[in-house]
């Protein structure tokens, strides 16, 4: 943090001791962070709490103390990913700013908006945006955006990654990525390997760096640069700030005509830290091959220690001061002054009575030299007027009273305008009134979800399934009406399973067949993207909103928040177990079998390692431990699913899953085919509806985090 600042860092994103995404790194106790926020704000800087996880019903209940002291003490900001944490601090702390981190996967104007409208004051965008998109946003919207600079790409859409969780029950959305995309893997299609011994690391990305198109970003309407560097040194620190800092002031001064980056100072964030080369990201493009590291990086590198020096002497080690005008008045038989003006702020203190000298008066010279000994505080006199009127004496000891009561007082003056105590109370934290139990339901009705077209006469003929999702992303539009009509028949809903990103490329899918989405007339939607919501509002589209397990809602807050966005039902968190979903107060629909989506990414394995040539197909990751994991490309919304080993299974805990009463249980199929497909159909009717001995039709599966949950 004092090596961002001293580097020139407008503000400061940092964790504490709870909530954070980073969870592993060396966070402070509160003692600390207080002491951080006033460092900040001593030389005019802003810090941000990151309380950007998703929480558990628990954790909500201890929201409330553990901002409580930093909200008082002066906080600028909290970041946010849970829309429940997003709920309560409207609520309790409502002078208190926030903003939507990227882990909300806000990829457009439709998000942006709702956010705005609840009160976010700034929105930082998914890495995968273009420049464009974002523009469209901010011309659309007065809300500050914030986007990445530099420093790690997840290979996975933000928010939407469930690997590292399903791997090995660390989560993510709760600060505990295990990095799982930093691993080697094998690539196969029908069995074939794809690529060479030097396309294992086919989830790595390379880091980000936007030199060269920082002019871009800032016309784009980015507001705020933001440089990944948690779990970093101060050194990186210091070295990557100070060059954002020296490229960000040049085109600000001279504007795009006197804009060039030199190679030595491209050179030094690869000296700094270097996975594998690094890129524009995704500002100018969908993804691409050369984004990827592909290959392991060597295991020694030689450093530049003529750089590290520099940043240790100029950043690391520098004692940042602030400048100060000061006036020390000293007059035979008054009391001295000092009077102190700073950061915009002043201050006066009075000292010892001053005395007549008896053999040597004071001189300017003498007074100055104990008055200048700032020491260890965040302070230096740019100017110090003394003025003597007499033939005066004052102890060395009152001298250096005087300037350490003068710097102190200026330096409360200065924090006391960001405090608020007394000034802003927040509200306390009070037992939500609103909330009932779940009521106990006649019984949870069987739900299907297809991701492929031939599947569908197996689901509509089972008289146990009462309602099918079709996903956009593989049922063509041309199938849409058809696939209604011939649900309607059997007596099922039928809902369109909207894509898991909302994006140009969507907005443009459905505009193009906007006739055929009305004409079909769906019973409702699976909602993915707060993105979906507004775009369905915006066109008149009707029917009832299923806001699905990514959108999050793993509280009662977040529920509630949810039903107020427009969700008609809920569908249930998967990182939950079994005790943690009994604590939530609105039935939802429990996922009981399927393959779980473990990350949605902009980037294309078919691509990356074949052609694009806008073709499905069905790829399969081999892992260090034989894990197989089916990836399909999904090209109507240009984005690949990475589907876990095996697929959820909750058959046998019937009793378990009877005592949430969950609304629906519902069945997602994603690889399966049309046998496979009648097969669970026909086993989880049997187990959980009729009360018959039931038998998985597969060896391998597993139950997610239903016994197990996250930390």
């Known amino acids: 943090m004092k090596a961002a600042v001293a580097a020139g860092a407008d503000a400061v994103y940092m964790g504490g001791s709870r909530f954070g ?248 964030l690869l000296d700094l830290f270097d996975r594998g080369g690094q890129t524009e990201g995704y500002y100018k493009r969908q993804n691409g091959r050369d984004m990827v590291v592909w290959k392991e990086k060597p295991a020694f590198r030689e450093g530049n220690q003529q750089l590290l020096n520099y940043l240790d002497k100029n950043f690391v080690e520098k004692q940042v001061r602030e400048p100060v005008l000061g006036t020390a008045l000293f007059e035979e038989g008054k009391n001295a002054s000092l009077v102190l003006n700073a950061c915009g702020h002043h201050a006066a203190v009075t000292g010892e009575l001053v005395q007549i000298a008896q053999n040597q008066p004071a001189t300017e010279e003498k007074v100055r030299k104990q008055l200048d000994k700032t020491g260890n505080t965040p302070f230096y006199f740019e100017s110090l007027d003394i003025k003597i009127k007499g033939n005066v004496f004052l102890p060395v000891q009152a001298l250096n009273d005087l300037r350490r009561r003068g710097l102190e007082a200026l330096e409360n003056e200065i924090l006391r305008a960001y405090r608020k105590d007394g000034q802003e109370v927040p509200v306390k934290a009070c037992d939500k009134a609103g909330y009932s139990p779940k009521a106990a339901l006649e019984g949870p009705e069987l739900t299907v979800s297809l991701e492929r077209p031939d599947c569908l006469d197996v689901a509509v003929s089972s008289s146990d399934v009462k309602r099918i999702y079709i996903d956009a992303a593989e049922f063509k539009p041309e199938l849409w009406k058809d696939s209604v009509e011939s649900c309607h028949r059997a007596g099922k809903e039928c809902m369109l399973t909207m894509p898991h990103i909302f994006r140009t490329l969507a907005k443009q899918f459905f505009d193009k067949y906007l006739t055929e989405l009305k004409a079909a007339e769906f019973d409702g939607f699976l909602i993915r993207s707060l993105e979906e919501t507004g775009y369905l509002k915006e066109k008149g589209i009707r029917g009832r909103l299923i806001f699905d397990f990514g959108m999050y809602g793993m509280n009662n807050y977040a529920q509630e928040m949810l039903k107020k966005l427009g969700a008609d039902e809920l569908t249930w968190p998967v990182e939950l177990n079994s005790r943690e979903l009994g604590k939530l107060k609105v039935p939802g629909e429990l996922l009981v079998y399927g393959r779980l989506p473990m990350m949605v990414t902009a980037q294309c394995l078919h691509q990356g390692l074949e052609r694009c040539d806008r073709t499905p197909v069905v790829l399969t990751l081999k892992d260090r431990m034989g894990k197989i994991f089916p990836v399909k490309n999904h090209c109507a919304f240009c984005y690949n699913s990475i589907y876990n080993s095996a697929p959820v299974s909750l058959l046998g805990l019937q009793e378990a899953v009877k005592g949430l009463s969950p609304s629906n249980l519902r069945l997602q199929f994603t690889t399966e085919n049309k046998a496979q497909t009648k097969s669970v159909i026909q086993s989880f009717s049997d187990g959980f509806l009729h009360e018959r001995e039931a038998k998985l039709p597969f060896e391998e599966f597993t139950r997610g985090h239903f016994k197990r949950g996250v930390e």
Do not use: W
Request: glycine share 8%.
């Open 21 to 268: 995404a980073r969870a592993f790194a060396e966070n402070p106790e509160e003692d600390k962070l207080l002491e951080a926020i006033d460092y900040i704000h001593l030389h005019g800087r802003k810090l941000y709490l990151t309380v950007n996880t998703l929480m558990k019903e628990q954790e909500i209940e201890e929201l409330y103390d553990y901002l409580v002291p930093y909200f008082r003490h002066g906080l600028d900001a909290v970041i946010v990913q849970d829309m429940g944490t997003f709920a309560f601090i409207r609520e309790h702390f409502p002078g208190l700013p926030i903003h939507a981190s990227t882990q909300m996967t806000i990829t457009g104007a439709y998000g942006a908006k709702i956010l705005k409208d609840l009160g976010a004051e700034r929105v930082v965008t998914a890495r995968e945006l273009s420049l464009k998109e974002i523009k469209n946003i901010r011309d659309q919207m007065d809300v500050e955006i914030e986007s990445f600079v530099h420093g790690a790409l997840c290979y996975c859409y933000s928010g939407q990654c469930l690997f590292s969780s399903l791997i090995g029950g660390r989560s993510g959305n709760r600060g505990r990525c295990a990095q799982t995309c930093r691993l080697p893997y094998e690539v196969k299609r029908e069995g074939q390997a794809l690529g060479g011994k030097d396309d294992r690391y086919s989830l790595s990305l390379k880091d980000l760096n936007t030199l060269d198109i920082l002019p871009d970003l800032i016309e784009a309407g980015v507001y705020s640069l933001k440089i990944e560097g948690r779990m970093k040194s101060p050194r990186y620190t210091a070295g990557v700030v100070s060059i954002y800092r020296k490229y960000t002031d040049l085109y600000l001064t001279q504007g795009r005509e006197g804009y060039q980056v030199e190679e030595q100072d491209k050179k030094a």
